[in-house]
Nanobody, 126 residues
Framework: QVQLVESGGGLVQAGGSLRLSCAAS????????MGWFRQAPGKEREFVAA????????YYADSVKGRFTISRDNAKNTLYLQMNRLKPEDSAVYSC???????????????????WGQGTQVTVSS
């Protein structure tokens, strides 16, 4: 059974930092494109960042570029999202996902991802 489990969310003041983790089990995702998405109340799910399974290339939404860093530790089968200089508008439930084969790193569509975690809440106070 494939599982993705996020952790590391919480409440932080604007300008602060958080590091999210996504632990995978049930299969290895070392060769898979992995991504982070977020969804705020009343809004659609939004792409945040993705990392390639082949060469570690990364791709970010414009709204987080320069503040967030996606990384992975294939030995631990774990995905990370380092979030710095957080803003109130970053508040959302953050979910990790494993990309379906054959799609571009720059694909920001959630339908191009096929395994999802339950999400972790990030709240940024002003």
């Amino acid at each position: 059974q494939v599982q993705l489990v996020e952790s590391g969310g919480g409440l932080v003041q604007a300008g602060g930092s958080l590091r999210l983790s996504c632990a995978a089990s049930g299969r290895t995702f070392s060769g898979s494109r992995m991504g982070w998405f977020r969804q705020a109340p009343g809004k659609e799910r939004e792409f945040v960042a993705a990392i390639s399974g082949s060469d570690g290339s990364t791709y970010y939404a414009d709204s987080v570029k320069g503040r967030f860093t996606i990384s992975r530790d294939n030995a631990k089968n774990t995905l990370y999202l380092q979030m710095n200089r957080l803003k109130p508008e970053d508040s959302a439930v953050y979910s990790c996902a494993a990309g379906q084969p054959g799609y571009s790193l720059r694909s920001s569509y959630s339908r191009d991802y096929h395994y999802w975690g339950q999400g972790t809440q990030v709240t940024v106070s002003s």
